[in-house]
């Protein structure tokens, strides 16, 4: 079959998110489960000592972290401009339709054209950067809804693996993949292809100060070598490998 190519401000999940959500929601991803959530999960854990504290879940796909906030006892509002992933999401937290029954605020809507009617303690945006097309300008949007001691968790692919070498189609190492601005992301099915942003740390470090954000804290993690995981090839590389990079954004000076 030819390989189709997807324009990701289309909603392509509408149509390719079957898979993705039955890996995801089935603890199955590798990335998502067992290399970021940990330390997602521990940038987050406070959310559960405040009581309804305002969560933004940005992109929220299936809803993983967005039912974790709702047992945590947040507001959680949740957008996604892709209706099948609100339906997923709506279904994984057990809401079935409306929104607000069970604190839970779903928007099928990008970020960039939500408009909040309420500041928050946390913005969450899990596996998002690539997503965004002008860094600066959804960090900024992001930076305008936190409250007074607001932050934000976000995360992507390591830029060492986004710009590391790659081969060519004669199976040659290129050390050219600097130049490419894009990569290319297949977890949709080989059949589904999308064009995700690349960003190097200096231009997140960069576009998070522009819109007057610091990283305050930042994780690189790498699996255990003895990790108990089906895959161990997977396991063996990723254990010397960095594959995530996980932030913790805020203000630079009180609003
Ligand atoms: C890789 S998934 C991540 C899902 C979820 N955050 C997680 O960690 O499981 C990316 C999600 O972002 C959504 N998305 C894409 N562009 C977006 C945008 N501009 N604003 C908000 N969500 C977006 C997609 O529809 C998709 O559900």
């Known amino acids: 079959m030819k390989q189709m190519e997807l324009d990701v401000n289309v909603d ?3 149509n390719f998110s079957s898979e993705y959500i039955k890996v995801r929601l089935t603890e199955g991803a590798l990335f998502n489960e067992h290399i970021e959530s940990p330390v997602v999960r521990d940038f987050i854990k406070d959310i559960k000592s405040f009581k ?4 933004l ?3 929220c796909g299936p809803g993983v972290y967005t039912k974790s906030f709702y047992k945590m006892g947040a507001n959680v509002v949740a957008i996604d401009p892709s209706e099948t992933m609100i339906d997923a999401a709506r279904k994984y937290c057990g809401v079935s339709s409306g929104h607000g ?3 839970i605020d779903f928007k099928p809507v990008k970020l960039m054209d939500y408009h909040n009617d309420r500041d928050f303690y946390l913005v969450l945006a899990t596996f998002m950067l690539g997503y965004f097309d002008d860094l600066r300008s959804s960090f900024k949007k992001m930076e305008e809804m936190l409250g007074r001691s607001g932050r934000i968790v976000t995360s992507s692919l390591h830029p060492e693996r986004l710009f590391a070498v790659s081969k060519n189609d004669t199976g040659y190492l290129s050390g050219d993949n600097n130049r490419n601005k894009k990569y290319e992301a297949d977890f949709l099915g080989k059949d589904a292809v999308i064009h995700l942003n690349k960003y190097s740390f200096e231009q997140i470090f960069d576009a998070a100060s522009d819109a007057g954000l610091k990283v305050t804290k930042m994780k690189e993690p790498l699996l255990p070598a003895d990790y108990n995981y089906h895959d161990k090839l997977k396991v063996d590389f990723y254990s010397r ?4 990079a996980v932030f913790e954004l805020k203000r630079k000076s009180k609003k």
């Open 12 to 14: 392509i999940y509408d």
């Open 52 to 55: 309804r504290v305002n969560v």
């Open 57 to 59: 879940d940005v992109g």
């Open 101 to 103: 029954t069970y604190n």
């Open 241 to 244: 490998n960095h594959s995530i």
